[in-house]
């Protein structure tokens, strides 16, 4: 059973465009929704992450949507460059058995932005 | 802070085989995870460790695999016999506390044949 579905699987945009990464999940005890950047050849690393009290979060140009209704949460990139091209992972666990701990991922997006 | 590391950074072995992965955390992390990446399943966690005790095994996909962390600075997964379905990039990673971000090293890409 998926607790976390992530799509567009590929997603190409052109520099400066928006590219929005959709990941819906089922268990309504998941508290804390972390997105995470992963290179070729390299670990993911964390980018930024929500928790259900707020409806939106933004780091410069990265900004989380959060939608607790629908239990959906996206993430866009506002003028994205070609260095922003690597893969996305979303990710939910319930940060009351500490965030970390038992970390359900997406399948992963691979965004390419095209100069 | 070099990061967590990982070694090998690419294994070849052959089916039957024992493989043995490395890793060395963050120092001063109290947590460290092995996380299994393939196409199919994405990223899965198997274990993980707090201050050198295995806490949660219940992802180890079989008595296959096995992992230890003798000390806060060095862990291993080790899986014997492998078989070609073990064939995945392994990661390790690490953090300060269980609510803390997550530093992952950068895998161990294992190839069973």
């Known amino acids: 059973q998926q607790q976390v579905k992530q799509s567009p699987q590929s997603l190409i945009v052109q520099k400066g465009g928006i590219p929005i990464i959709n990941c819906a999940y089922e268990?309504?005890?998941?508290?804390?929704f972390p997105w995470y950047q992963q290179f070729p050849g390299k670990g993911p690393a964390l980018l930024i992450a929500i928790r259900p009290d707020v409806s939106e979060k933004k780091e410069g140009r990265f900004t989380i949507s959060f939608n607790k209704s629908a239990k959906q949460f996206s993430l866009h990139i506002m003028d994205s460059q070609p260095g922003d091209s690597a893969t996305y992972f979303c990710a939910a666990s319930m940060r009351s058995g500490g965030s970390n701990y038992k970390l359900t991922f997406g399948k992963g997006t691979l965004l390419t932005v095209n100069p | 802070d070099a990061g967590v590391i990982q070694s090998p950074r690419h294994e070849v072995t052959e089916m039957g085989q024992e493989v043995t992965l490395r890793c060395k955390p963050i120092?001063?992390?109290?947590?460290l995870f092995w996380y299994r990446q393939t196409m199919m399943r994405g990223l899965e966690l198997l274990i993980y460790f707090n201050n050198n005790v295995p806490i949660d095994d219940s992802g180890m996909p079989e008595d296959r695999f096995s992992a230890k962390m003798p000390n806060a600075s060095f862990s291993t997964l080790k899986i014997q016999p492998s078989e070609p379905r073990d064939s995945a990039v392994y990661f390790c990673?690490?953090?300060?506390?269980?609510?803390?971000?997550?530093?992952f090293g950068n895998g161990t890409r294992l190839t069973v044949t």
């Open positions: 990673a690490s953090s300060l506390r269980l609510s803390s971000p997550l530093h």
């Open positions: 268990n309504t005890a998941f508290d804390y």
């Open positions: 120092s001063g992390h109290d947590y």
